[in-house]
């Protein structure tokens, strides 16, 4: 026999969580897009940056999505963090937002569908966007508790300026550790001290395959160039890194961690 409806928002986000298959990173990173819009139900503001992360989200009935403001409330809130959002991280919320209304909605839970009405945001041309993150920002980020991989992603993004997939394709044989460098068959990428006291450690004796690697076993159909031949764990795609850096700083996005462009005089 299914278990009845849901009362709260709560339960019918973990129930949702539960059914879709999801790994643990990527089932965190959807429950924070997902509480993200209690708040916005509550008509309550969304806290920022780290703070987001500890905040509980407020109670609601799972019915209040069939209330005609609901979709009010979305818009609204879509409107206001459009303003200190990244496009590409609030078109990811408002995706997952949509799958979780469709599969309650399938199992007639709520009956409307509040998001209807909100589109994508047009992502910014080749060259714009986001802001880089200030020195304080950065501090905050670089303290924070994370992997091993994460502190060195961020770092070495952040000190190369170095496009994202350009690290990402990264292979161990690229670098030339001594000099903080690529080999010239690589990139042209540098990098500074913090990077370096973290490259050892990351690598632990690795000589070969990707720089960054997810954290399971790779799929037998993975090619060769994208599998660690030690670990036999897969490349790190920029979706999943992505997704880890929402998970510590809901409201940035991994291009913000290239240094602004100095002006030439």
């Known amino acids: 026999m299914d278990a009845p409806p849901p009362v709260e928002y709560a339960v019918a986000v ?68 459009s303003a200190g959002t990244d496009p590409r991280t609030l078109n990811r919320e408002l995706s997952t937002l949509r799958a979780a209304l469709s599969w309650w909605r399938a199992r007639g839970w709520i009956l409307t569908d509040p998001a209807d009405g909100l589109r ?60 903080r460098r690529t080999h010239p068959t690589a990139p042209p990428l540098t990098w500074q001290a913090g990077t370096a006291r973290l490259l050892p450690l990351h690598l632990a004796g690795r000589t070969a395959g990707p720089l960054l690697l997810t954290d399971r076993r790779a799929p037998a159909t993975t090619p060769a160039a994208d599998r660690c031949p030690h670990t036999h764990r897969a490349r790190l795609s920029y979706r999943r890194a992505a997704e880890l850096f929402t998970t510590h700083t809901p409201d940035h996005t991994l291009r913000q961690l290239r240094p602004a462009r100095r002006r030439l005089p």
Do not use: C, K
């Not at 986001?130 to 980020?141: G, H, K, N, S, V």
């Not at 994202?164 to 690229?174: G, I, K, R």
């Open 120 to 179: 994508p945001l047009p992502l910014p041309a080749p060259g714009t966007g986001p802001a880089p993150l200030t020195a304080e920002q950065l501090r905050a980020l670089f303290a924070l508790r994370v992997p091993l991989r994460e502190q060195l992603l961020w770092r070495l993004l952040h000190e190369s300026g170095a496009p994202v997939e350009t690290v990402l394709a990264l292979d161990v044989d690229d670098l030339d550790l001594p000099h």
């Open 14 to 81: 973990e129930r949702y969580l539960a059914a879709a298959g999801l790994g643990d990173g990527s089932r965190r990173v959807y429950r924070i897009a997902l509480d993200t819009w209690a708040w916005a139900l509550a008509d309550r503001p969304v806290p920022a940056g780290p703070a987001r992360r500890r905040a509980r989200p407020p109670v609601l009935p799972l019915a209040l999505l069939d209330h005609p403001s609901a979709a009010d409330r979305l818009r609204t809130a879509v409107h206001r963090r």
